[in-house]
């Protein structure tokens, strides 16, 4: 399927879901991301949901990596082209921006590279590991930024697509994507 007829797709069945189904899925990827050989890594980048479009909370992943003492960074928008890193800390003050993405005040600045680890919000996947967001490309000009090593999660509640059929060539895949049931791995041995 194309890019355009997958987003109508999944953000239609987003939308379907019930608070408790949202909730329930949630927990289940945040359980299932534990599994992953990830937990030497220091630095972890994640989203933060917009709640109006249904996106995965990402709140109990956030509280496993506070829980292990990791190094949480927090997205924000900084220009039409460019997000910004922030360190989560006790002090971080947030707001909704107008894209209505909850995203830190100010803070911490953290560089692309120290990252070590990033959880990616998307709205569908393949079975190689090619992913679709928004379309508006932030998280493929980010992780280009990113130390070639960085390991890439997408968080999906739904299973992987046969392909994506218009997969552009700066179009970064992912090495995992974890469902509430399956865990996908991408990476070549």
Known sequence: MLKKDLRIKYL??????????LSSQSI???????????????YFHIFLP???KAEINTEGIISI??????????PKIKSSTQLEHFLLTDNTKFTTNSLNIPEP????TIEPKKIDVVFIPLLAF??????IGYGKGYYDRFLSDCKEDIIKIGLSFFEAEDSID??????IPLDYCVTPNTTFSFKTP
């Open 12 to 21: 239609k069945l987003r939308s379907s879901l019930t608070p408790s189904q």
């Open 28 to 42: 289940a990827i945040a359980n299932s991301v534990l599994q992953l050989p990830i937990w030497s890594n220091s």
């Open 50 to 52: 917009i709640e109006q």
């Open 65 to 74: 990596l506070l829980g292990l003492d990791k190094n949480v960074i927090v």
């Open 105 to 108: 005040v100010d803070g911490i």
């Open 126 to 131: 393949d079975k190689t590991g090619n992913r």
């Open 166 to 171: 218009d997969v552009d060539t700066t179009d």
